[in-house]
């Protein structure tokens, strides 16, 4: 017992450095292979964009009319470094309960200059509430490989802005967009390097929501008609510009986007969509989401993999994972202590009951390159896209040298016995 109780506190000591660290860029030595590290160094920048008359849907919630106000979204922004360059950045940010402070820690360097070349541009966008340090594992993943991207604060909807959701509702795809506008005009050495008219959204949760309605999925009029309950619903009118069919709508989706991620989106289970919006989406479209999502519905995630039938998607599920399957970077060291402004450790916004989250980063990193590199660089990564759906039913058939043989049909990328509690579903468009 004595043995065993030693080995234990060995193996924890030796977890506690990285564990400290907070550390959002671990790849795992059973990652699926387009999970590890591009081969350009990482820089990231702060940059904040402001939209100078933007509807104010607190304002018009407190006092009617349509006022509007200047809305401030502050981005990090990850990109290409220069050959050389050598990572040394952490991220001051807070924890889900506004109040924390905790530091993260990453492979990029603050203010780097950029590698030469032209780059796709990406954008994530977190949930209701999150950061923009939510989704950092991917930003810098993707990064490496030869991507900018950029995470906004998107305001009423962070951890320490948190105010009615009817206002994340109303905003949330117009973020996106004058995001990709704002990336489209940057100047400098960042706008020299950023390709915006090769672009895609990312979206978890409520950036999930955003990112199918900027991709082509208008509301439904069960959306727009909805009166309860309070604080849910905007006032009146201010959801019609993402209307199905409406020419604000149209006007909103851009043919810069060539492909949207959905993570976990919100809105299906509350007929936010019907068949008829949802088949107004045209963009290549990956979601993801876990089997037992409780938030978003599986069912209803289900649904919109079905409705989307203008173009091909493709559905990825972590089998027994619950909302927070793949997007969130790891919980931080001081998540995992009791909060007293939320009641309870703040550790569930972050983490699983079933999956390791650098298990699931490590898979979402995987997928979301394959997928972004088909439609934004144009490479064929076709072999990780086109597989066996249920993981369960690929068959590993090697021969002596490790060459495939004709049975070999196992998921691409994927070591052996990798791949289980998976499903990757594909369907056509016109199906």
Same mark, same amino acid.
């Given at each position: 017992?004595?043995?065993?109780?030693?080995?234990?506190?060995?193996?924890?000591?030796?977890?506690?450095?990285?564990?400290?660290?907070?550390?959002?860029?671990?790849?795992?030595?059973?990652?699926?292979?387009?999970?590890?590290?591009?081969?350009?160094?990482?820089?990231?920048?702060?940059?904040?964009?402001?939209?100078?008359?933007?509807?104010?849907?607190?304002?018009?919630?407190?006092?009617?009319?349509?006022?509007?106000?200047?809305?401030?979204?502050?981005?990090?922004?990850?990109?290409?470094?220069?050959?050389?360059?050598?990572?040394?950045?952490?991220?001051?940010?807070?924890?889900?309960?506004?109040?924390?402070?905790?530091?993260?820690? !990453?492979?990029?360097? %603050?203010? *780097? =200059?950029?590698? +030469?070349?032209?780059?796709? &541009? $990406?954008?994530?966008?977190?949930?209701?509430?999150?950061?923009?340090?939510?989704?950092?594992?991917?930003?810098?993943?993707?990064?490496?490989?030869?991507?900018?991207?950029?995470?906004?604060?998107?305001?009423?909807?962070?951890?320490?802005?948190?105010?009615?959701?009817?206002?994340?509702?109303?905003?949330?795809?117009?973020?996106?967009?004058?995001?990709?506008?704002?990336?489209?005009?940057?100047?400098?050495?960042?706008?020299?390097?950023?390709?915006?008219?090769?672009?895609?959204?990312?979206?978890?949760?409520?950036?999930?929501?955003?990112?199918?309605?900027?991709?082509?999925?208008?509301?439904?009029?069960?959306?727009?008609?909805?009166?309860?309950?309070?604080?849910?619903?905007?006032?009146? !009118?201010?959801?019609? %510009?993402? *209307? =199905?069919?409406? +020419?604000?709508?149209?006007? &909103? $989706?851009?043919?810069?986007?060539?492909?949207?991620?959905?993570?976990?989106?919100?809105?299906?289970?509350?007929?936010?969509?019907?068949?008829?919006?949802?088949?107004?989406?045209?963009?290549?479209?990956?979601?993801?989401?876990?089997?037992?999502?409780?938030?978003?519905?599986?069912?209803?995630?289900?649904?919109?993999?079905?409705?989307?039938?203008?173009?091909?998607?493709?559905?990825?599920?972590?089998?027994?994972?619950?909302?927070?399957?793949?997007?969130?970077?790891?919980?931080?060291?001081?998540?995992?202590?009791?909060?007293?402004?939320?009641?309870?450790?703040?550790?569930?916004?972050?983490?699983?009951?079933?999956?390791?989250?650098?298990?699931?980063?490590?898979?979402?990193?995987?997928?979301?390159?394959?997928?972004?590199?088909?439609?934004?660089?144009?490479?064929?990564?076709?072999?990780?896209?086109?597989?066996?759906?249920?993981?369960?039913?690929?068959?590993?058939?090697?021969?002596?040298?490790?060459?495939?043989?004709?049975?070999?049909?196992?998921?691409?990328?994927?070591?052996?016995?990798?791949?289980?509690?998976?499903?990757?579903?594909?369907?056509?468009?016109?199906?």
């Amino acid at each position: 017992m004595r043995h065993l109780m030693l080995a234990a506190a060995a193996t924890l000591a030796c977890a506690a450095p990285a564990l400290s660290e907070n550390r959002i860029d671990l790849i795992r030595p059973d990652a699926p292979e387009l999970a590890a590290r591009g081969p350009h160094p990482v820089g990231v920048r702060a940059q904040s964009f402001t939209d100078p008359d933007r509807i104010d849907v607190i304002a018009a919630i407190e006092q009617g009319g349509t006022p509007t106000a200047e809305r401030v979204l502050q981005t990090e922004i990850w990109y290409p470094a220069a050959d050389g360059t050598e990572a040394g950045t952490t991220y001051d940010t807070i924890l889900r309960d506004g109040v924390t402070p905790t530091v993260l820690t !990453g492979s990029a360097a %603050r203010d *780097a =200059a950029p590698a +030469e070349g032209s780059f796709p &541009l $990406v954008i994530l966008s977190h949930g209701y509430p999150g950061n923009r340090y939510l989704m950092s594992h991917l930003a810098e993943n993707l990064a490496s490989k030869g991507y900018v991207v950029v995470a906004a604060d998107h305001p009423e909807s962070t951890y320490d802005d948190q105010q009615a959701f009817a206002s994340t509702l109303v905003n949330r795809a117009v973020d996106q967009r004058f995001l990709l506008d704002s990336m489209a005009g940057l100047e400098g050495d960042l706008g020299a390097i950023t390709d915006a008219e090769r672009a895609a959204v990312v979206g978890y949760s409520m950036g999930g929501y955003g990112a199918l309605i900027f991709g082509g999925a208008g509301l439904s009029p069960t959306a727009l008609e909805r009166t309860e309950p309070a604080g849910f619903v905007p006032p009146a !009118g201010l959801l019609d %510009r993402l *209307a =199905a069919g409406s +020419e604000d709508h149209a006007a &909103l $989706v851009d043919p810069r986007i060539k492909a949207v991620v959905a993570i976990a989106p919100w809105g299906r289970q509350h007929e936010f969509w019907d068949a008829d919006g949802l088949n107004d989406l045209a963009k290549p479209l990956l979601l993801v989401s876990g089997s037992d999502d409780d938030v978003s519905i599986y069912d209803a995630i289900r649904q919109v993999f079905d409705q989307t039938t203008a173009t091909t998607r493709h559905l990825l599920t972590f089998d027994h994972a619950n909302h927070n399957a793949a997007a969130p970077i790891p919980a931080p060291a001081e998540a995992w202590a009791f909060s007293e402004t939320l009641g309870r450790a703040p550790f569930d916004h972050y983490a699983d009951p079933v999956w390791d989250s650098v298990r699931m980063n490590n898979i979402l990193q995987h997928f979301t390159t394959a997928f972004l590199d088909q439609h934004l660089k144009g490479e064929d990564r076709g072999a990780f896209l086109d597989l066996v759906p249920d993981a369960e039913d690929g068959v590993w058939s090697v021969d002596d040298a490790g060459t495939p043989d004709a049975a070999h049909n196992y998921w691409a990328g994927f070591p052996e016995r990798s791949a289980k509690g998976l499903m990757f579903e594909t369907k056509p468009a016109g199906q």
